[in-house]
């Protein structure tokens, strides 16, 4: 196929390397900003604002030197995407059960084999763990390496106007949705299989959670001459195909009744890809559903989240839960559904008190109490309190960024989405 010819770079390297930190600067003091320019239209970004990334490209392209660290850092990480890919379902050599290899499959990670069996079936439970069959051939890091490149391809494109980003993430989108040869089916049928057990189960559904990111990406890449009008209306119709199945599915149907964050990250799913399909009813009725079903029902009025404490990694499935609430929050700005202000009634949970019972652990002084057999990641808070920052304007959530290294503040991300100047 024409769009596959470039270089392959294995799933995990590739994911690996977007992340890394240790390249040189000299290639990027060549690629300067690019020059703010008047909105022709509004970005079709939901989980973003389009407010704040326009105030941040605007301050790069004035000479701003707080976002230069981020800047950069994203500009290095874009060019190690254009080497990423291309990734497709059908390059695993198993066969789904279907026999279709455009069919996704996926291993629950923490299954492990029973020892006590000749055949290690039924596989068994050991929470936290990962079990590294999960990388053999399986199709959840080409999953995670291919929408982790797109989101890096697209928001290095509106802050460099690099043609060549948006190219390649173009490249990359047909290849794993829309090219005949290569493209995904739009179900999650065989997802988290555990063998012994079951060919795939409604946990999978998770794994497609970088579907709320994805559509941002694609929405930064609205504006380039390779992103085709046939392409966004192709993504459109896939979107749309795995929403309906995420909606009507018996698995879709389990996800949705999950308590916990895979309850959280199936709405932020099904709002995120109802705006980007243009049902904006829909957005709003799981938005507003979400109060009473997810912040209400999983935060206690002290902020714990109870279905994650009691995990054998609490502290990030905590956090990981908490970004889930903050997305459906951000997501409700779209449709005027307030999720940052809500509380549950009689002085229950919300989102803030959630945060403020989390945040403090970004300083590694504190000691976490509960469970957390594997080490965090040195910037796991610094998303969830830039966000922070913005939806409860307070100096305490300044005075916790400044708790963690320095480095790892001003070179991230975040910093670009939610630039220090936004309140």
């Known amino acids: 196929m024409p769009s596959r010819g470039f270089t392959r770079v294995s799933p995990c390297i590739a994911t690996l390397a977007l992340w890394c930190l240790g390249f040189q600067l000299g290639a990027v003091a060549a690629q300067s900003p690019v020059a703010a320019t008047p909105t022709?239209?509004?970005?079709?970004?939901?989980?973003?604002?389009?407010?704040?990334?326009?105030?941040?490209?605007q301050l790069l392209a004035t000479g701003d030197t707080a976002l230069r660290p981020a800047y950069e850092r994203l500009v290095r990480e874009a060019d190690v995407a254009l080497k990423a890919g291309p990734f497709s379902v059908t390059d695993k050599r198993r066969t789904p059960p279907s026999g279709d290899k455009h069919d996704y499959v996926s291993m629950a990670p923490y299954w492990w084999p029973d020892s006590t069996k000749p055949n290690g079936l039924p596989y068994?439970?050991?929470?936290?763990?990962?079990?590294?069959?999960?990388?053999?051939?399986?199709?959840?890091?080409?999953?995670?390496?291919?929408?982790?490149?797109?989101?890096?391809?697209?928001?290095?494109?509106?802050?460099?106007?690099?043609?060549?980003?948006?190219?390649?993430?173009?490249?990359?989108?047909?290849v794993w949705f829309l090219d005949p040869a290569t493209h995904m089916n739009p179900h999650l049928r065989y997802g988290q299989a555990i063998p012994g057990m079951t060919q795939g189960r409604a946990a999978g559904v998770i794994e497609t959670r970088s579907f709320v990111a994805l559509v941002d990406a694609i929405g930064l890449l609205d504006r380039s001459p390779s992103w085709r009008d046939a392409d966004a209306q192709a993504m459109r119709t896939w979107m749309s195909a795995y929403?309906?199945?995420?909606?009507?599915?018996?698995?879709?149907?389990?996800?949705?009744g999950a308590r916990n964050n895979h309850g959280t990250w199936y709405d932020a799913q099904?709002?995120?890809?109802?705006?980007?399909?243009?049902?904006?009813?829909?957005?709003?009725?799981?938005?507003?559903?979400?109060?009473?079903?997810?912040?209400?029902?999983?935060?206690?009025?002290?902020?714990?989240?109870?279905y994650e404490l009691v995990r054998t990694r609490s502290l990030s499935y905590s956090a990981m839960n908490l970004e889930g609430l903050c997305r459906l929050a951000e997501l409700g700005r779209a449709v005027g559904v307030n999720l940052w202000s809500?509380?549950?009634?009689?002085g229950g949970g919300s989102i803030r008190k959630a945060l403020d019972y989390l945040a403090p652990y970004a300083d590694t002084a504190l000691e976490w109490h509960g469970q957390q057999i594997t080490p965090t990641e040195p910037d796991w808070a610094v998303l969830l309190?830039?966000?922070?920052r913005v939806a409860y304007p307070?100096?305490?959530?300044?005075?916790?960024?400044?708790?963690?290294?320095?480095?790892?503040?001003?070179?991230?991300?975040?910093?670009?989405?939610?630039?220090?100047?936004?309140?």
């Open 385 to 388: 309190l830039e966000r922070a």
């Open 243 to 256: 929403l309906q199945w995420l909606q009507t599915s018996d698995i879709g149907k389990a996800e949705q």
């Open 342 to 346: 809500y509380e549950a009634p009689g």
């Open 40 to 57: 022709v239209a509004r970005l079709r970004v939901y989980s973003l604002r389009a407010e704040a990334l326009e105030q941040a490209r």
């Open 124 to 174: 068994l439970r050991r929470d936290g763990e990962r079990n590294p069959e999960i990388r053999n051939d399986y199709d959840a890091p080409r999953l995670a390496a291919l929408t982790g490149a797109v989101s890096t391809l697209a928001l290095g494109y509106y802050f460099t106007a690099d043609e060549r980003y948006a190219d390649h993430a173009a490249r990359l989108l047909r």
């Open 270 to 306: 099904v709002a995120a890809l109802a705006l980007f399909t243009g049902d904006t009813g829909l957005a709003r009725a799981t938005l507003e559903a979400s109060k009473a079903r997810r912040i209400g029902a999983q935060v206690t009025r002290d902020g714990r989240q109870p």
């Open 394 to 423: 307070s100096a305490r959530y300044d005075e916790l960024l400044r708790k963690i290294s320095g480095d790892v503040v001003l070179s991230h991300r975040a910093r670009l989405l939610y630039p220090p100047s936004l309140r």
